[in-house]
């Protein structure tokens, strides 16, 4: 609904963004940003000191999110257009402080997916957050590659990937144009390899 858009782009959005760890002043990547119900509550909470980094293969979808951004007098963000078989990300390693992998994971096969995390590890500085949002997981309306994945193989898969776990937590969120309510994954980038097993 528009509403829940509007009120989640306004003010429930941000709240959420910084529940999950982000802070004034970072650097942030929206992978398959779409048209930004995540970058741009992101690029408010980043603030004039941050920025963000919005990454999709829909020219069409970018040009959506800058038009409300404009709006929105938000002069932080910076879209990246990629093809569909792209799986590489144009920036520096170890640039990036947080990376949101919002309802993108089923439209991978396992190997873009290990693609796609060497190429996150890669951006990320070290101890840095990566936040999954893995819908249409087997029990939350599966649908093509995570169809047939529990929460708990998107955790080892990631895990085996180099990243610490560092908990979940259940949370209402926009989908689409929708709340809906969700499991949201959290992982640390750390060479020591120490994973955790903790609730946020």
Same mark, same amino acid.
């Given at each position: 609904?528009?509403?829940?858009?509007?009120?989640?782009?306004?003010?429930?959005?941000?709240?959420?963004?910084?529940?999950?760890?982000?802070?004034?002043?970072q650097?942030?990547?929206?992978?398959?940003?779409?048209?930004?119900?995540?970058?741009?509550?992101?690029a408010?909470?980043?603030?004039?000191k941050?920025?963000?980094?919005?990454?999709?293969?829909?020219?069409?979808?970018?040009?959506?999110?800058?038009?409300?951004?404009?709006?929105?007098?938000?002069?932080?963000?910076v879209?990246?257009?990629?093809?569909?078989?792209?799986?590489?990300?144009?920036l520096k @390693?170890?640039?990036?402080?947080? =990376? +949101?992998?919002?309802?993108?994971?089923?439209?991978? /096969?396992?190997?873009? #997916?290990?693609?796609?995390y060497?190429?996150f590890?890669r951006?990320?500085?070290?101890?840095?957050l990566?936040?999954?949002?893995?819908?249409?997981?087997?029990?939350?309306?599966?649908?093509w590659?995570?169809?047939?994945?529990?929460?708990?193989?998107?955790?080892?898969?990631?895990?085996?990937?180099?990243f610490?776990?560092e908990?979940?937590f259940?949370k209402?969120?926009i989908?689409?144009? @929708?709340y809906?309510?969700?499991? =949201? +994954?959290?992982?640390?980038?750390?060479?020591?390899? /120490?994973?955790?097993? #903790?609730?946020?």
């Amino acid at each position: 609904m528009e509403t829940d858009v509007k009120e989640w782009l306004d003010k429930n959005g941000m709240a959420f963004l910084r529940n999950i760890g982000i802070k004034e002043g970072q650097i942030v990547l929206d992978f398959g940003c779409s048209v930004g119900h995540y970058a741009i509550p992101a690029a408010k909470v980043v603030g004039k000191k941050g920025k963000v980094y919005a990454v999709d293969n829909d020219i069409k979808s970018l040009n959506e999110l800058m038009e409300i951004a404009k709006r929105e007098d938000l002069k932080n963000i910076v879209t990246m257009h990629t093809q569909s078989v792209e799986l590489k990300i144009n920036l520096k @390693n170890e640039s990036v402080d947080v =990376i +949101l992998l919002y309802d993108i994971l089923h439209y991978m /096969d396992v190997m873009e #997916r290990n693609k796609i995390y060497n190429e996150f590890y890669r951006v990320l500085k070290n101890d840095a957050l990566l936040s999954v949002y893995p819908k249409h997981n087997k029990l939350d309306e599966p649908l093509w590659n995570l169809s047939d994945m529990q929460l708990e193989d998107v955790i080892k898969e990631i895990e085996s990937a180099k990243f610490n776990f560092e908990g979940q937590f259940y949370k209402k969120l926009i989908h689409d144009d @929708n709340y809906n309510m969700g499991y =949201i +994954l959290n992982f640390t980038k750390s060479k020591k390899g /120490d994973g955790c097993d #903790r609730s946020i």
